[in-house]
């Protein structure tokens, strides 16, 4: 049942420090190393990759989206994300060599399915990164990397979302150890940065009160912003189909540098503006570039609030409603700025009185078209 929790989702959201621990169980050796042994791909059939889709939908896409920076950025291999729904009804480059990763909780969803269909037929081999056991998905698919992370009830989806990503992460670290990429020290560090992840993340869910009182301040407002860069950007999409899916107000996630081409037009006076802040350590270009985002959204009357790393002070000036997550490297980030989005959505959509856990038109498994 929902273990005291008033919905599904809040209980499932409680869930996503186990859920994540539960992934990397027994993953992980103590020498940094991933072991993915369960994947029925031969090392060399891992060597031989020269190309990867990553193909799913919804937010199993987002899950995509975020592992492309860390997979590419890790093994040096072309990695392209598409929506199932796209891919299936085109003619991809696809051949032997190429590693089709198809995401889906469920692993039911049709589109998924037929995609990976599809990429079989031309020879590619297929990974699913899934949540149900014995599903049609993984039993269609050549290798299977499970997520553990327990039913997941709600329509909306959260500690999948969680869970995918570091699923990814796993396949990317092992495939860049297959191929003998030197572990630069950043990614030996990785490793042990994602068995902190966990904590960090219940760290990140007794601090959500304030995002509540925010949430219930908000219920009228007719749209919502979200703007991220890096994988900040699919944390903003992220948290943009959260707010729809749930509590049906309009809202986009954009990338920050294309507000000028485009979506700034929208920005009014006191429109709420989620702006996804990346680390100001390390890789402080792309944090300076999203704090001017903020800057000039909010010279055109946006109502910021902003996610940012503890003790960040640079956003300080210019967000009317800050949210303080632990710091994490740039790449793991998105495991704790995704949580107070789906605690946002969740209860602004509470606060409208609507179902949290069966919002109107969806359903949990989409097995048409
Ligand atoms: C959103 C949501 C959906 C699913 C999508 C894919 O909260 O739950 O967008 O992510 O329908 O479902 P799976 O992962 O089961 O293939």
Redo the contacts with the bound molecule.
């Keep these: 049942e929902k273990g005291g929790y008033d919905w599904f989702m809040l209980k499932e959201i409680a869930e996503q420090p186990q859920a994540v621990a539960d992934t990397l169980r027994g993953r992980l050796s103590e020498a940094g190393e991933i072991i993915l042994d369960e994947v029925r791909l031969t090392d060399q059939d891992l060597r031989d990759v020269d190309k990867i889709f990553i193909v799913?939908?919804?937010?199993?896409y987002h899950a995509g989206l975020v592992a492309k920076y860390a997979i590419e950025h890790w093994t040096r291999i072309p990695c392209e994300v598409e929506l199932a729904s796209e891919f299936r009804y085109r003619d991809p480059v696809l051949d032997r060599s190429t590693l089709v990763v198809v995401?889906?909780?469920?692993?039911?969803?049709m589109d998924?399915l037929m995609a990976l269909r599809h990429a079989r037929e031309q020879k590619a081999r297929v990974l699913a990164i899934c949540n149900t056991n014995g599903s049609t998905i993984p039993r269609e698919s050549d290798a299977v990397l499970y997520t553990h992370g327990g039913p997941e009830i709600a329509?909306?989806?959260t500690k999948?979302f969680l869970t995918q990503i570091t699923a990814c992460y796993l396949v990317g670290l092992h495939l860049a150890q297959v191929r003998g990429i030197k572990f630069a020290d950043e990614v030996g560090a990785i490793v042990a940065q994602l068995q902190a992840m966990p904590d960090a993340i219940a760290k990140v869910l007794t601090t959500m009160e304030p995002v509540r009182e925010l949430a219930r301040s908000l219920v009228d407002v007719n749209t919502i912003l979200f703007i991220g860069r890096h994988v900040g950007y699919p944390v903003a999409l992220e948290g943009a189909?959260?707010l729809k899916?749930l509590a049906y107000i309009h809202a986009e996630g954009f990338a920050a540098g294309e507000l000028k081409h485009g979506p700034i037009a929208v920005i009014d006076e006191g429109t709420p503006v989620v702006c996804v802040v990346p680390s100001s350590k390390g890789r402080s270009l792309l944090h300076d570039k999203v704090v001017s985002n903020i800057q000039e959204v909010r010279a055109r009357g946006a109502r910021t609030i902003v996610i940012a790393e503890e003790g960040d002070e640079a956003v300080r000036p210019y967000a009317d409603h800050l949210v303080e997550v632990p710091a994490a490297p740039t790449l793991l980030a998105p495991l704790l700025t995704t949580v107070p989005l789906q605690v946002f959505a969740c209860e602004v959509a509470a606060a409208r009185g609507l179902d949290v856990d069966q919002p109107r038109n969806l359903a949990k498994?989409?097995t048409v078209e």
Aim: glycine content about 10%.
């Design positions: 799913s939908c919804g937010t199993s995401i889906s909780q469920s692993g039911e969803t998924t329509v909306a989806s999948a189909l959260k899916e498994s989409v």
